[in-house]
């Protein structure tokens, strides 16, 4: 009988939920309270919109005209929000102050792709305890990139486990100096890694739970990538290994890293054929100094010499004046006749 009654009530309640209009829910946005969604989707707004339902666990703000989050932007009352999911790709964000993201502790996720961050904060990500994944990618603007160690490194990221940072055209690894970390994956494709030196490597192999994407980067295959390709080989901590390629040299372009062999990249190769060429530069410059020294040591007998074939031409000048003047003589008369 109560059974029946809860029953009856459980079905009022899916069927008026729905229906009653969602007095919360921002003007630019639609909401779906049984999934705990909000979107705002391409509204052009410039500002974060205000009034996000405390209910909501996903919040998705796209193609939005965001420039700047400013501290607390998420929680202007100073309550907290149980969200869990955050998107806020292709919004044009290029600043992130400090404390943006205050008020949200249980946030798992936090997309923040295709961005034009030019400026973030060290603070930027301050109390995000429980942030799991981090999706910066095709977001960084060079004067962003180079302050997201800083931003990453403030001590605030203790769960973060998984960081995207896809097309941002990255020429380093980042991050490898943080050991305090508890990235398990730090995906780094389509950038512009050409060379990952001996002591990155290192700190690679330090960090043998972190796995690292880095395909579509135009590796320059050449004796400094020796340490590297010794890790692809036995660390197996490069998951996409087998579609690294060579972008340099031309002798070796879209060759896998891979099927390289070892000599392929020996230093000691490479550092012979440099030793032969200043062998032989060497070589050239004594048999030019000797040449020289001859010359120097010689200048006497060379300037005989020349005064030789200065008087040799001299005689040989006036043997052709004698002949011209005999020749011409003929010439004279005939016209004289
Ligand atoms: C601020 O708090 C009031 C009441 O507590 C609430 O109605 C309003 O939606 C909140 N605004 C924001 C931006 O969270
Ligand atoms: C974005 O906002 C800026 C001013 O903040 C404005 O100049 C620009 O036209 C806006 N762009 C779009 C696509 O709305
Ligand atoms: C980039 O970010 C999106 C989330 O917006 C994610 O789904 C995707 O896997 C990321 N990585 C790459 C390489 O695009
Ligand atoms: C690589 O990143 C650039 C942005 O830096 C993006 O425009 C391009 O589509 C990406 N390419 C691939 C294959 O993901
Ligand atoms: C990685 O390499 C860059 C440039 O070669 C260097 O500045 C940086 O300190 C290295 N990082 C680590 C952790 O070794
Ligand atoms: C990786 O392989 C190279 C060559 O086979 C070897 O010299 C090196 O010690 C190996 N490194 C590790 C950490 O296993």
Known sequence: MSRRRFYLAAA?????????????CP???MCARDSGTVTCRDGGESEVPAGIPDWTSTLILRGNNISTLPPAVFSANGTELGLTTLSLSYN???????????GLPRLHLLDLSHNRLVSVSPRAFHGLLQLRSLYLNCSL???GAAQLSDALGAQSLYSLHRLELAGNRLTSIPLLALDSYNLHTLVLTNNSIETVGEENVSGLYLQSRMRVYLSLNPFRCTCELEAFYYWL?????CPDASRLLCSEPESKRGVPLE?????????TNENLEAVSYVFLGIVLALIGVVFLMVLYLNREGIKRWLNNIRE???????VYHYRYEQDSDPRLANVAV
Request: with cysteine.
């Open 312 to 318: 040799a031409c001299r005689d040989q000048m006036e």
């Open 259 to 267: 099927k390289l062999r070892g000599e392929d990249l020996d230093c």
């Open 12 to 24: 009022v309640c899916l069927f008026f939920s729905p229906v009653r209009p969602d007095e919360d």
């Open 141 to 143: 603007a060079p004067a």
């Open 27 to 29: 003007p630019s946005c």
């Open 233 to 237: 080989k036995n660390s197996s901590q």
């Open 92 to 102: 044009g964000i290029q600043a992130i102050e400090p404390y943006a993201f205050l």
